[in-house]
Nanobody
Framework: QVQLVESGGGLVQAGGSLRLSCVAS????????VGWFRQAPGKEREFVAA??????????RDSVKGRFTISRDNAKNTVTVYLQMNSLNPDDTAVYYC????????????????????WGQGTQVTVSS
């Protein structure tokens, strides 16, 4: 089992920044990648960014490239994955979810929600215009 707890969401004005955190605990060594997804009201959940557990590869959706940065920090018993979000705009408003995948992750699967086995509870990000 892998437990994921997100934090860092909130209300911010357009152009502002937020940093989301996802603390992963449990059998994290079994994970192959951690991803961030988001879901806006009335819309499907969409991929935002992902990082291999080794940190060797990172992926972003096109609309966040250059604005968002995913990173990870290994501690003794937990791993924290961050999503630094800059130059936020109202289209970024959504509930953001952290997810961990156990299976292989590659360039054909990193963006698929079905590729991730464990999910956090989500954190709300609201960007006002």
């Amino acid at each position: 089992q892998v437990q994921l707890v997100e934090s860092g969401g909130g209300l911010v004005q357009a152009g502002g920044s937020l940093r989301l955190s996802c603390v992963a605990s449990g059998r994290t060594f079994r994970s192959s990648a951690v991803g961030w997804f988001r879901q806006a009201p009335g819309k499907e959940r969409e991929f935002v960014a992902a990082i291999r557990w080794s940190g060797s590869t990172i992926w972003y959706r096109d609309s966040v490239k250059g604005r968002f940065t995913i990173s990870r920090d290994n501690a003794k018993n937990t791993v924290t994955v961050y999503l630094q979000m800059n130059s936020l705009n109202p289209d970024d408003t959504a509930v953001y979810y952290c997810a961990a995948g156990l299976g292989p992750v590659n360039t054909n699967t990193y963006y698929l929600a079905t590729n991730y086995d464990y999910w956090g509870q989500g954190t709300q990000v609201t960007v006002s215009s």
